[in-house]
């Protein structure tokens, strides 16, 4: 990797160079705002930079989005008052002093009864309490989405859950193990079973061609409001 950088209209541009078995020139930008272009061995460092200059305006535009949700994304805190989100219903986390650790839902709160106060663990306590639900409501929505789609000659997954960043879900074809991110916990069902379904087609088309959006979508007519609404709503930072 090396680092390289320009200049527009008075603005100094870094970014990271990657050199890759890739066909076209590639940008990325993380949420810290780090720029990242990958390229093939074979592209000359001109044809990246004039690539790359060509895509300021690009650039900027996405780096001030980022800063912008940034500033305005919930923390990672939990606290009495806090919003969050149970299948897609928001609710307002309660903390008490107590001297057992218990955590339950009570009408329109999530009542967190603990003795410890340190946000680490108590949002270890939560993220414990997310998963113990969606042990259930995952298997639920998953083998109801395989029993559905099963004629298409899928093999009977296997459910796992992890707590991840980038990903609602994954899947091993030669294990026929499906993942779950756990922050599907936040939204509703309907969501839940969009990312499930997608994770099946897959055991049949490995890539995101028009195939296998087209099986998507016989099995989940509207999966790209779904997926729209899991990438806009939702979000509690925990």
């Known amino acids: 990797m090396s680092v390289h950088s320009f200049n527009y209209m008075g603005i100094p541009v870094e970014y990271?160079?990657?050199?890759?078995?890739v066909k076209n020139i590639n940008i990325h930008i993380n949420e810290k705002c780090l720029i990242t272009v990958s390229a093939s061995e074979k592209t000359p460092i001109?044809?990246?930079?004039?690539?790359?200059?060509s895509k300021a305006d690009w650039i900027l535009r996405n780096m001030?989005?980022?800063e912008r949700y940034n500033l305005t994304k919930p923390d990672d805190r939990i606290y009495s008052g806090k919003a969050v989100f149970v299948l897609?219903?928001?609710y307002e986390i309660e903390v008490l002093n107590s001297t057992e650790t218990d955590i339950y839902i009570d009408g329109d709160k999530i009542?967190?009864?603990?003795?410890?106060?340190?946000?680490?663990?108590?949002k270890q306590k939560y993220l414990e309490f997310l998963r113990e639900k969606a042990e259930e409501v995952f298997s639920s929505v998953l083998y109801e989405m395989y029993n559905?789609?099963?004629?298409?000659?899928?093999?009977?997954?296997?459910?796992?859950?992890?707590?991840?960043?980038?990903?609602?879900?994954?899947?091993?074809?030669?294990?026929?193990?499906?993942?779950l991110n756990l922050q599907l916990m936040k939204t509703d069902v309907e969501c839940i079973r969009q990312v499930a379904a997608h994770e099946l087609v897959h055991f049949k088309i490995k890539n995101h061609s028009k195939e296998f959006y087209s099986l998507l979508e016989k099995y989940i007519p509207?999966?790209?409001?779904?997926?729209?609404?899991m990438d806009t709503r939702y979000?509690?930072?925990i």
């Open 222 to 229: 509207n999966w790209k409001e779904l997926k729209k609404a």
């Open 64 to 66: 001030a989005e980022i």
């Open 46 to 53: 001109k044809s990246i930079t004039d690539f790359v200059e």
């Open 111 to 122: 009542i967190i009864n603990s003795e410890k106060e340190e946000n680490d663990f108590l």
């Open 148 to 179: 559905i789609m099963k004629n298409e000659g899928l093999p009977k997954p296997k459910l796992s859950i992890r707590n991840m960043k980038t990903r609602w879900g994954t899947c091993n074809i030669k294990t026929a193990v499906i993942t």
């Open 235 to 237: 979000k509690d930072g």
């Open 16 to 21: 990271n160079l990657i050199r890759k078995n």
């Open 88 to 90: 897609g219903r928001q």
